[in-house]
T-cell receptor, first 112, second 114 residues
């Protein structure tokens, strides 16, 4: 019953620190996505992946990196944290183009 | 590229009243349409989806939506809302091509008042 699992749920970083947001799914879905959600702004796509070894930029990729070495895992890395990256981050996965995305519970990240 | 508009950022409504949350999209190709709900401090849950076939789709929690191709709309409706329906609602569009984008609207905050 796990679906999409994100860790950690909360994190506070100092400016300039780095961290990796973890996302794993047990549904064997090929497509995976990272979004950020800012108040009143909806969801913005950061990066996505159509399968292991294949990633591509979304709408707001600057300051982030991703990798997809396995079908299950799609970590998002922040190299030099900036206050503008304070947000709630959601990972999602879906089986095919016609199917809806399944979301994790999110990671709340604050950069001070 | 597609875009999604949700004209109402906030919709207050009294309990047991009907509600309609509006969604319009723009796209040059066929689309798949979705409505998601987000309760406070939670992720997004799928309410309903339109892939093909009947333009009236029914979802969970008594919600339904109607796809109108000529007006490029996918409005969400519920005949009688409950306090527990208070949440943020997002419309989303996926194009029927190789593009991987799954564009979300800015969201509508539904507040159900007692």
């Amino acid at each position: 019953n796990a679906g999409v699992t994100q860790t950690p749920k909360f994190r506070i970083l100092k400016i300039g620190q780095s961290m990796t947001l973890q996302c794993t799914q047990d549904m064997n879905h090929n497509y995976m996505y990272w979004y950020r959600q800012d108040p009143g702004m909806g969801l913005k796509l950061i990066y996505y992946s159509v399968g292991a070894g294949i990633t591509d930029k979304g709408e707001v990729p600057n300051g982030y990196n991703v990798s997809r070495s396995t079908t299950e895992d799609f970590p998002l890395r922040l190299e030099l944290a900036a206050p503008s990256q304070t947000s709630v981050y959601f990972c999602a996965a879906k089986f095919s183009l016609r199917q809806p995305q399944h979301f994790g519970d999110g990671t709340r990240l604050s950069i001070l | 590229a597609q875009s999604v508009t949700q004209l109402d950022s906030q919709v207050p409504v009294f309990e047991e009243a009907p509600v309609e949350l509006r969604c319009n999209y723009s796209s040059s190709v066929s689309v798949y349409l979705f409505w998601y709900v987000q309760y406070p401090n939670q992720g997004l849950q799928l309410l309903l989806k339109y892939l093909s076939g009947s333009t009236l789709v029914k979802g969970i929690n008594g919600f339904e939506a109607e796809f109108n191709k000529s007006q490029t709309s996918f409005h969400l409706r519920k005949p009688s809302v409950h306090i527990s329906d208070t949440a943020e609602y997002f419309c989303a569009v996926s194009e029927d091509n190789y593009g991987q984008n799954f564009v979300f609207g800015p969201g509508t905050r539904l507040s159900v008042l007692p």
